[in-house]
Structure formats: structure tokens, C-alpha cells
């Protein structure tokens, strides 16, 4: 959950590197560092943000052509000038950063300080380090060599890059378990986590796979091998991010110009996978395994945070559209739990940025079984997407913001898309009815445009009156549970105010001892399927005092003289109203967080692609 980036070539290393972690600020931002090789090594690290580091660097020797930064989420240690990346070795010689968790950290902390090495910090990056430098003195090992060996003994997840000063023309890097990109310019290398520090220097990537080891050198030249010193042959590819999707673009935020872009990245998701003149859906990504899927037992939904509540949207769609039976689990519980995966099962993940670990690890388990796995991802070329059977992206650009948003309509649109396909192939769905869907689905773009204006205002207005409450309660029921979960989850991420979502029926099994004239009450609405149930759980709400916010159809008068506020959303088939009823939820949650004061964008404790377990 951390940022790399390095960079080896003929141009100053230092401001390549800072604008790459400023581009990667978004996976931690509790200590940044860069070390530079200008003949020497000079480190420099600082907790706090890269403007700190920035600060902290000026009138320093920050020249050379070779350089390394790192941005940090704390795993092992506490977040300090001490702790942060980059990390030394004993004899001065090495530098090394790092994203994962080395896992047999202590056992090999006790070997090496029992040859005499003695260590700094609390991190296991430091270690890692240390022995790389045992391995190399013991027989006077090139860099390269040198890693390779340190890695067959480590047990764990890694993204590693490392300088010797004694070998200054060269960078060694290699990955398991935690994503590493190599940007391939002009005689010149950019690594990184991700494409967005390198998309402005080279379109053309080379993705690390596991326990491969990489030296780049400043005469252009490049060499991968495996752990087990087999030389591999990458495949080059072309990235498709453009520069501007990592800007502003004007707004405050990343996470309101993402919230805004929504109607767009809905659209980017459906074009050229339906039409709603000839009333059809094609995914490619289902197209080689579809009669497998079709004849599949049982559907395993698999995701984290906001991906899981987009699996228990799903779980509604499959089971409602095409009668697929469905489990949502959440992936770090299901690789732990011995679960019961069949052959005749398929194994579907989600997750935005396509390397979170314990959807990864849980994948992994999966296939084991053999059973069919399906990715919904964003990142191309990310090691959910290269695992996976089968798969779609979801096209919806780079999301910055840490509190997903069009990442999670993205992946809605793609299963409601999948649903369709598999009610219709399975039967469940006839030709007209699945026509009316599709002709449904293709004008969801176009409301969520229309609600964005018609709300916005509205909701800043809400959020202005509840900005100061310590609690909230969010309800909805069927298709609209799950949005109630993440309605909460948006309040809980970045505006630090506790907030629990329920299905509403359940209000009154517990949660309704906390309802008072202090606690706000967010009620999903819009369900004609159960339109007379929801209102009896506000009727519910307003006998305690409670103060009722609804998420309402248009047009509908009998709630909006209940609640206390109601916003108002198109009218559209029920099964696809959590595209639209989530809208309002997210705006709310970001206004509540900027008036008080919070970072939208980088709350606290929390980083965007979590790859460490």
C-alpha cells in the first residue's frame, strides 16, 4: 500500500521522481524519501506528505541521473522520519524501497543481528536489506545476483527497487504479490507502481510478473529473470491513460470530479457492449466461457470495501434476473476459511485497482479447485486481470480519490451488464423483457447527468445541517441495502463520522435504540417492490424523533411529507436504481467531509490499493 517510482537515464532523476510520488500520493501518505545516485548516495526522508519532503530537500545536493522515491502507508512501524523508505544497509552500500510484508521478518532479523548487523528502524524493509548486503559480501555478488539469492529466503509479499553505490550505473527490481511497472523510454527506464508516474515520459510498460527479478541499466538495456535464474522475454504493452485524466480538471477534489464523471465513465463502461435500438449485450470477457457460466451451480462473489457492496448488488441482480445462486464473501475471510469451492462454480472478483491482496490470495485459492474465475477490474494489465479465466474491464479511468466512486458505479453497470446476459442465456429473462432492460440500462448515463445538476446543490445544503452529528444511520432494502452499506462507508471513510447501513427491516432487531433527535437517518426509498414496508420503517423512525433523510423516485409525495428532507432520483427499473440512488450518498458524504474541515482526498489511516493483507 505503498508508492515507487524510480527512474534511470539521461535526465535529472530528483523532479521525475517527485512528480511521480505526487502522482502516487494517493497509495500512502504517511512518510515519503528519495535516494539519488550522483556518485555518491544521498538519501533524504521525511514524514508527512511529499511537500514535506519537497521542503525538506531544497538547498540539498539533489543532482544525478538515477533516483529512487517512495511514499508510504505504515505497515511495520510507526510512521517517522526513522521508519520511512528508502533504507540503508549496514555498510552504507545499498538503498532498497519497498511495498508489501515480508512475513518472516523477525526470523531473519534474528539471523542477521546474530552475524553482527543492527538495525535502525522498526520495518521489515530494513532487513530485507540487510540481507541482500549479508548475501552480496558473502561472495562478492553483483546487485542483481545479490537479490535474487536474498529472495529465495524471504516469505511474503515484495515490490522492490534497489541502488548499490558501488555499481551506479544500474537499478534492480522485483515483485510477488505486490504490483511493479517498468516504463520503457528512449534509453530510459521509469519504475513504478502503477503506470501514473510514467504515462507522461512513455506509453510503452512492461508488467513485472511474480518472482521475477529486473536490472535496468543507463545504457538502455534490460534483462529479466525468475527467482530460479531462468532469463524470461517480456511482452511490451501500450497504456492507454492519458495525462489529463490525472489532473483536477478544476475541481477542488479528485473525488468530485470523479463523482461528476460518473455519467461519462457509465457510458465509457456500456460502449460497444450493448445496444439499446437492437436490444442486445456482449461481453468478450464472457464470450469463451459463456456456456460454462450458463450451466454454472453456484456464482462465489469475491471483494473488499466498496467492491464487496458492488458484490452484493450483484448478488441481488443474478439471483433476481437469472436465477443464479450466489455467495458474497468477503475475500480476506474466504482464503482463511477452508470454503467449499467446486468445479462447477464460478469465482467471481472485484476489485478497482485489480491488486488487492486478499482478493488476489483468495482468487488463487480458487483455481486450486478449478473452479472458473472472472475479473471485474479497472487497471489493465493489473495481476487480477493477468490471473483470472476470464474478465472485463471496466473502463472508467484513473480514480484518485481513496473513497471509490465511479470505480463502484463502473462495477455495478458491468455485473448489471453480466446479469442480463446470463438471465437471457439461461432463460430466465424472455426477449422482451430483456430488450425493455437493456433499453433501461442505456439511458442510466443520462439520468445520473441530470440527478448530479439537480441535486447538488440540495445535497450541500443537507450536508450542512448534519456536518456536526456523531452518528448516522443509513437503511435500505433489497437492491438498495448494499447502497445503504456504502452510503455509511463513504461517511465513515472521509469524514471520520461513525455511520452504519442496514437493511431497514432489521432498524428494529437492534439499531432502533439508537434513534433520537440527534441521529440523522438516511432511508433509501425508491423500491416499488416494497414501497409500503419502507414507509412503515420511517413511520418507525419518526415516533423516536429521529430526523429522516429519503432517497425518493420522482414525483413521489407520500414519503417526501414524512421525511424531513428528501432528494429526489429519475425513475428507472428497480434492479438498476443503485446507480442512481448511490449518487446523492456520495455527494453527501464528500460536502459533510470538506466542511468539517477533512482531506477528501487522503483520509486518514486509509490508502487506495491495498496490497498488503
Known sequence: MCGIVAYI??????????????????RGYDSAGIALQNGSLNVFKKKGKVADLIEFTKGKNINGN??????????????????????????GRLVLIHNGIIENYALLKSSLTNLGHTFKSETDTEVLVHLIEEVQQAEDLPLEEAVRQALTQVHGAYAIVVMDSK????????????????????NEFLIASDATPIVEHTKNVVYLNDEEVA???????????????????????????????????????????????????????????????EGWVRLGGMAEHLKRMVNAQRMIILGCGTSWHAGMIAEYLFEDLARLPVEVEYASEFRYRNPVVRDQDVVLAISQSGETADTYAALELAKQHGALTYGIVNVVGSSIARLTDCGSYIHVGPEIGVASTKAFTGQVTMLTMMALILGYERGYLPKSKYQKLVQALSLIPGKVDALLKNCHQQVRYIAGEFKDASNALYLGRGYNFPVALEGALKLKEISYIHAEGYPAAEMKHGPIALIDENMPVFVIATNKSAYEKIVSNIQEVKARKGVVIAVVTEGDESIKQLADHSIEIPETEEPFTPLLSVVPL???????????????????????SVTVE
Open 9 to 26: 537515464g539521461a535526465q535529472k532523476a530528483y523532479p521525475i521522481v517527485i512528480k511521480g510520488l505526487q502522482r502516487l500520493e494517493y
Open 66 to 91: 538515477i533516483g529512487m522515491g517512495h511514499t508510504r502507508w505504515a505497515t511495520h512501524g510507526k510512521p517517522d522520519d526513522i521508519n520511512a523508505h528508502p533504507h540503508t544497509s549496514g555498510n
Open 167 to 186: 555499481d551506479p550505473h544500474k537499478l534492480v527490481a522485483a515483485r510477488k504479490s505486490s504490483p511493479l511497472v517498468i516504463g520503457v523510454g528512449d
Open 215 to 277: 536490472t535496468v541499466t543507463l545504457d538502455g538495456e534490460m534483462l529479466i529473470k525468475t527467482l530460479k535464474n531462468e532469463v524470461t522475454n517480456p511482452a511490451i504493452h501500450e497504456i492507454e491513460l492519458q495525462i489529463e485524466q490525472l489532473e483536477k480538471g478544476g475541481y477542488d477534489y479528485f473525488m468530485l470530479k470523479e463523482i461528476f464523471e460518473q455519467p461519462t465513465t457509465i457510458a465509457e463502461c456500456m460502449r460497444g457492449r450493448m445496444d439499446a435500438d
Open 586 to 608: 456520495q455527494l453527501l458524504a464528500y460536502h459533510i467531509a470538506v466542511m468539517r474541515g477533512c482531506n477528501v482526498d487522503q483520509p486518514r489511516n486509509l490508502a487506495k
